[in-house]
């Protein structure tokens, strides 16, 4: 995303403070909060004009930097919807703000929900292509897009597909570390008044497999 990040309040558009009201898993209740001063509002009538209008001109200043007009404003990241309260709220205040600029056509503007695919296709077929083929006339990158960085100093590499296996064997060895943990803390109780447990040595042990 051209602003900082892909979370909600840096993805609608160029101003944080006003997508973060568009983050409903921060509605009082939730667990977070805006750190910009302005709290998201529940969608009803009697904003719903006001509310649509201001995320729409956030997309339409995010739609100035790119060659289609299809904008793509992700509704979530790596740690969002984990929860029945933000899963609801995410869905019924936009369903309603779509509701509304859908119905008024002099806003002439569409907003749904949909996939990368999804939005793939409509970019496709605003630039003239076939729904479901390459895009024609706009330049592509390929490749391995790590290491990248998402703020100073903050490098990601090998995040989804370097040393699958090394991963997935960490994994393993830390399932087996912490029922052994379990065990050892369960046979210790049993056995704490009794001198034949080698309580010591199978404790140094499992220091050294943590490391």
């Known amino acids: 995303m051209p602003f900082f990040s892909y979370d909600v309040p840096h993805s609608c558009g160029p101003d944080p403070k006003i997508c973060c009201q568009f983050d409903f898993s921060r509605l009082p209740g939730g667990g977070m909060y805006c750190p910009w001063g302005a709290a998201p ?52 205040n936009y369903e309603a703000i779509m509701e509304y600029v859908n119905s008024h056509k002099e806003l002439n ?66 399932a087996h570390l912490r029922a052994a943990e379990i065990i050892f803390s369960l046979a210790h109780s049993y056995n704490v008044h009794h001198n034949t447990f080698p309580g010591k040595v199978l404790y140094q042990k499992m220091l050294i497999a943590r490391t």
């Not at 509310?51 to 979530?76: C, F, H, M, T, W």
Request: glycine letters at 8%; charged letters at 25%; aromatic letters at 14%.
């Open 109 to 174: 503007a569409e907003i749904k929900f949909g996939t990368l695919k999804d939005y793939f296709t409509a970019v496709a077929e605003r630039q003239g292509g076939v729904s479901g083929e390459s895009i024609p006339d706009i330049p592509s990158l390929g490749g391995d897009f790590f290491t990248y960085a998402d703020g100073k100093n903050h490098y990601w590499s090998g995040y989804f597909t370097s040393r699958p296996f090394l991963k997935h064997m960490d994994r393993e060895l830390a």
């Open 41 to 92: 509002q529940i969608i009803d009538s009697s904003n719903v004009k006001e509310r649509s209008e201001l995320l729409l001109d956030q997309y339409k200043k995010k739609a100035q930097i790119y060659r289609s007009n299809v904008v793509l404003a992700p509704l979530g990241d790596d740690f969002t919807y984990e929860t029945t309260f933000e899963t609801q709220h995410q869905f019924d």
